[in-house]
């Protein structure tokens, strides 16, 4: 089955700066990429998503970019804001499936 | 995307009984599934819910611990089967209408079981 690694665990910012998150899947035939933010105490929220026809989508300060060859993709979140500040996670699969990556803590400090 | 809302919010339960958390969307899906996440953990899949017939589980999850209904296009139910202290968690349901692959989520049910 499909098996999905993410990193790094946690990741530090100052405000203004630009995060990036990466993950890798091992399943070739996964052809749907979610993004979801977790804040503290709340459902995970769909940001973005990107399928395996398309190498980058951007929406304003977020944009994902996925290499099917590696098998990997990645989330970059430019001119980060305090309210960016929570735990992002990964997804991976399609044909109404969805591994999830063990997520990572974005803290935005002012 | 859909309105999702889940019955009850919290709840604190006795080892040995059972809890049954009701997930209901304000449009009819496609898709509806259960995930677990344990305190700071990620989403793990339990199972997919399907309409007029049984559940799909997932690795490591069983009817007898986790039965599911799902009778119409808008409602499921999960059920937490003899409960003990290792089932604390999160229970979320999620939808995906159409063929998207999109999922969106409920709120979630913090279960604390003692």
């Known amino acids: 089955g499909e098996n999905v690694e993410q990193h790094p665990s946690t990741l530090s910012v100052q405000e203004g700066d630009s995060a990036v998150i990466k993950c890798t899947y091992s399943d070739s035939a996964s052809n749907y990429f979610p993004w979801y933010k977790q804040e503290l105490g709340k459902r995970p929220q769909l940001i973005i998503d990107i399928r395996s026809n398309v190498g980058e989508k951007k929406d304003q300060r977020i944009a994902v970019t996925l290499n099917k060859t590696a098998k990997h993709f990645s989330l970059h979140i430019t001119e980060t804001q305090p309210e960016d500040s929570a735990v992002y996670f990964c997804?991976?699969?399609?044909?109404?499936?969805?591994?999830f990556g063990t997520g990572t803590r974005l803290l935005v400090s002012p | 995307s859909a309105v999702i809302s889940q019955k009850p919010s919290r709840d604190i339960c006795q080892r040995g009984t059972s809890l049954t958390i009701q997930c209901q969307v304000d449009?009819?899906?496609?898709?509806m599934f259960w995930y677990r996440q344990q305190p700071g953990q990620s989403l793990t899949l339990i199972a997919t819910?399907?309409?007029?017939?049984?559940?799909?589980?997932e690795s490591g999850f069983v009817i007898d611990k986790f039965p599911i209904s799902r009778p119409n296009l808008t409602f499921s139910t999960l059920t937490v089967s003899n409960m003990s202290p290792e089932d604390s968690s999160i229970y979320l349901c999620?939808?995906?209408?159409?063929?998207?692959?999109?999922?969106?989520f409920g709120p979630g049910t913090r279960l604390t079981v003692l």
């Open positions: 449009s009819q899906v496609t898709m």
């Open positions: 819910a399907n309409q007029g017939s049984e559940a799909t589980y």
């Open positions: 999620s939808v995906e209408k159409g063929t998207s692959d999109e999922q969106f």
């Open positions: 997804a991976a699969g399609g044909f109404q499936k969805l591994v």
